[in-house]
């Protein structure tokens, strides 16, 4: 996905230098004006012989400068690990898997529950089965809650991203599963605040009102210049991908208000022994 949306912007910067139309271009890979549009905001794959064609009729010959963009198209079509969960993984969610791992910060509110990233296996496991009233599989849960272990190794890595977690106390206070559960999830939570790319901080219901009235969010910022940041809201059956710098820039301010008016990390941790000596 994000090399798609990489690739995109570098083919679109490089059609308007040269003064080419998206009609242009689509005529010239014998597709039409809104596969060229679809193309530069990464939404579909690329054929090589597409972008050879492009670049071609950019103006773009030197093989120096063909192959990184080649070598982007040729990567983009390479499946990610999520793809073996695709029978657990709705459509809408492979995509924020994929723009997930490719992000330099994860930062993100929640309130119903404790974020995937930070879940014990137990916990994830209640959550999974507390979500479907129907009887599911019991192999199917197991699948999802894997997938969600998986998705885990991404704060362990060499290139971990900074991952900044604001959590409304609701989230603490409320039970999946048994006390011995919830009590082993609130102790994983501030051991793994320790860790040097991870921030927690709860915003405690002393607070009162605050800034974040419309919800859990996540705000996906990346390593390129090229990729905006994206914030991710998630809806029961599909979810919405902001990155208009106005809309982006809304939710980065609600952010902020947000972890001025939490308890600091440490704070955050005193808290966490707080709730499970009284539960």
């Not at 014998?30 to 193309?39: C, F, L, N, P, V």
């Not at 530069?40 to 690329?46: D, K, Q, T, W």
């Amino acid at each position: 996905m994000v090399r798609r949306i990489l690739l995109g912007s570098q083919l679109r910067r490089l059609r308007e230098a040269r003064g080419v139309t998206r009609e242009a271009a689509g005529y010239s890979i014998r597709a039409s004006e809104s596969k060229i549009s679809r193309m530069e905001l990464g939404r579909v794959s690329f054929k090589a012989r597409d972008v050879e064609d492009l670049l071609t009729l950019y103006g773009v010959t030197d093989e120096a400068e063909r192959e990184p963009l080649l070598g982007l198209a040729r990567e983009s079509s390479i499946a990610g690990w999520w793809h073996t969960y695709s029978d657990v993984l709705p459509g809408w969610f492979q995509t924020y898997v994929g723009l997930e791992g490719a992000a330099s910060h994860i930062n993100t509110y929640e309130v119903q529950f404790i974020h995937g990233l930070l879940q014990t296996e137990d916990y994830a496991h209640a959550v999974v089965t507390a979500g479907h009233k129907e009887h599911i599989p019991q192999e199917e849960v197991e699948r999802r809650v894997a997938l969600r272990q998986e998705r885990q190794k991404l704060l362990l890595g060499e290139n971990a991203p900074h991952f900044l977690c604001v959590l409304d106390e609701a989230a603490l206070r409320r039970p999946f599963g048994s006390r011995a559960i919830m009590d082993a999830q609130l102790r994983h939570l501030a051991e793994i605040s320790e860790r040097p790319n991870v921030t927690v901080q709860v915003v405690p219901f002393e607070l009162g009102g605050h800034p974040a009235e419309s919800g859990a969010f996540t705000l996906l910022r990346f390593p390129e210049s090229d990729l905006n940041d994206i914030v991710y809201l998630e809806q029961l059956t599909s979810a919405l991908y902001l990155d208009k710098r106005d809309e982006v820039a809304q939710y980065e301010q609600v952010l902020e208000r947000l972890v001025d008016n939490s308890l600091s990390p440490s704070e955050t941790r005193e808290h966490l022994h707080r709730i499970r000596q009284l539960a």
